[in-house]
T-cell receptor
Framework: GENVEQHPSTLSVQEGDSAVIKCTYS??????FPWYKQELGKRPQLIID?????GEKKDQRIAVTLNKTAKHFSLHITETQPEDSAVYFC???????????FGSGTRLQVQP | GAVVSQHPSWVICKSGTSVKIECRSL??????MFWYRQFPKQSLMLMAT?????????EQGVEKDKFLINHASLTLSTLTVTSAHPEDSSFYIC????????????FGPGTRLTVT
């Protein structure tokens, strides 16, 4: 089955700096890669996703890049704000309608 | 659109009792729903895939006789934790989807289970 690894486990940045979180996946058949933000006790919130036929996607301060050959994808947050502080999870799915395999999570702390 | 509800949002039960958690898709039909478990400071781990009208598919290491899943309609899946023990205390989250031509999964708000 799919295995998703995520780094780093914790990340502390100053407000206004950029944050980068990286994930690798094992199943070359995976074709959908969402990123979630989760606050304590809440459901995961989709912040951006990318399909395997796209190399990069951007939405305001958030961007995701995908390297299919290397089987890794990354989340980039620019101009970080204290409200960006949360746990972020990457995930992968091998085909539409299948379950998500999650990374281990990154706790992002944005220092004001 | 694409709202998934879960009930209850939290529950406390005594060891040895059973607890039922409901997951509903409110504005779309879901032939497949997924149940995840999340322990404190850990990731979401898939427990089982719930299929409408057929048996659920359980992940390795998840006891199907302990975690009973019923998906009797296109909008409702239930997870029953039988003979609960303190180690079953966790955050249980369901998801449903995709629908239309999307890939996105839609998560319920989660259920915090505490077994005393």
């Amino acid at each position: 089955g799919e295995n998703v690894e995520q780094h780093p486990s914790t990340l502390s940045v100053q407000e206004g700096d950029s944050a980068v979180i990286k994930c690798t996946y094992s199943d070359s058949a995976s074709n959908y890669f969402p990123w979630y933000k989760q606050e304590l006790g809440k459901r995961p919130q989709l912040i951006i996703d990318i399909r395997s036929n796209v190399g990069e996607k951007k939405d305001q301060r958030i961007a995701v890049t995908l390297n299919k050959t290397a089987k890794h994808f990354s989340l980039h947050i620019t101009e970080t704000q204290p409200e960006d502080s949360a746990v972020y999870f990457c995930a992968a799915v091998s085909s539409r309608g299948r379950a998500l395999t999650f990374g281990s999570g990154t706790r992002l702390q944005v220092q004001p | 659109g694409a709202v998934v509800s879960q009930h209850p949002s939290w529950v406390i039960c005594k060891s040895g009792t059973s607890v039922k958690i409901e997951c509903r898709s409110l504005d779309f039909q879901a032939t497949t729903m997924f149940w995840y478990r999340q322990f404190p400071k850990q990731s979401l781990m898939l427990m089982a895939t719930s299929n409408e009208g057929s048996k659920a598919t359980y992940e390795q290491g998840v006891e199907k006789d302990k975690f009973l899943i019923n998906h009797a309609s296109l909008t409702l899946s239930t997870l029953t934790v039988t003979s609960a023990h303190p180690e079953d205390s966790s955050f249980y989250i369901c998801s449903a989807g995709p629908f239309n031509d999307k890939y996105e999964q839609y998560f319920g708000p989660g259920t915090r289970l505490t077994v005393t």
